[in-house]
């Protein structure tokens, strides 16, 4: 069987196929599989509702079992932003969204810096038939960036011992660790282990 992850994304793509190939019999494929292929608009208002946007929009499209994941930072001191719309929340990079969301908290104390990121999977066996799950990972934001490994807002992301991690990864952002440690404790990482029970039996 095929399994379609949802995504342009490379980095979520990478993480998703590692998360998920040593665990599954299936044929693990992206939507680089299908070049004419276009993601429909991602306009819902909750993490949740955008997966399913996605996952539902793939499955009819390519008739094939799609796993759509829609993730995002939500900061505490900006009162959940970016949220739903951490990928648009600002124009530009990923490095400069980065940088604008330093400058908003820029007299905001470590303390008062608490955060997390929020992954929703939602997997469209077909259009009627939908599985979904919601995880998170909690943290902080750190003062500057660091670490060159990850994605997105990844080297401003610090862990905390909320994250209930190896203590050999407290206080280094995500961008710190190595692939495997961030397997270990990622939203999506967590999020891919309450489904994975579901799908080994599918």
């Not at 905001?108 to 599985?131: G, K, V």
């Amino acid at each position: 069987m095929k399994l379609v992850i949802a995504t342009s994304n490379a980095g979520k793509l990478r993480e998703m196929q590692a998360l998920l190939s040593s665990a599954l019999p299936w044929e693990i494929v992206s939507l680089a599989s299908f070049p004419s292929f276009e993601m429909p608009p991602e306009d819902g208002e909750t993490m949740q509702q955008n997966a399913r946007i996605k996952a539902v929009y793939c499955a009819r499209k390519l008739q094939l079992p799609c796993l759509a994941d829609d993730s995002g930072l939500e900061v505490d001191a900006l009162d959940g932003e970016p949220g739903v719309r951490s990928a648009r929340w600002h124009a530009g990079t990923d490095q400069e969204r980065s940088t604008a969301l330093l400058t908003r908290l820029q007299d905001i104390p470590a303390n008062q810096r608490t955060a997390r990121f929020r992954c929703a999977l939602c997997l469209a066996m077909s259009e009627n038939d939908l599985h979904e799950v919601e995880a998170t990972c909690e943290g902080r934001i750190a003062f500057e960036p660091r670490g060159e490994n990850g994605f997105g807002y990844d080297p401003i992301f610090e862990i905390t011992p909320q994250t209930e991690a190896d203590v050999t990864v407290i206080g280094r952002t995500m961008a710190e660790i190595t692939a495997s440690q961030k397997g270990g404790i990622s939203h999506r990482a967590r999020a891919v282990e309450l489904f994975l029970p579901q799908l080994i039996h599918m």
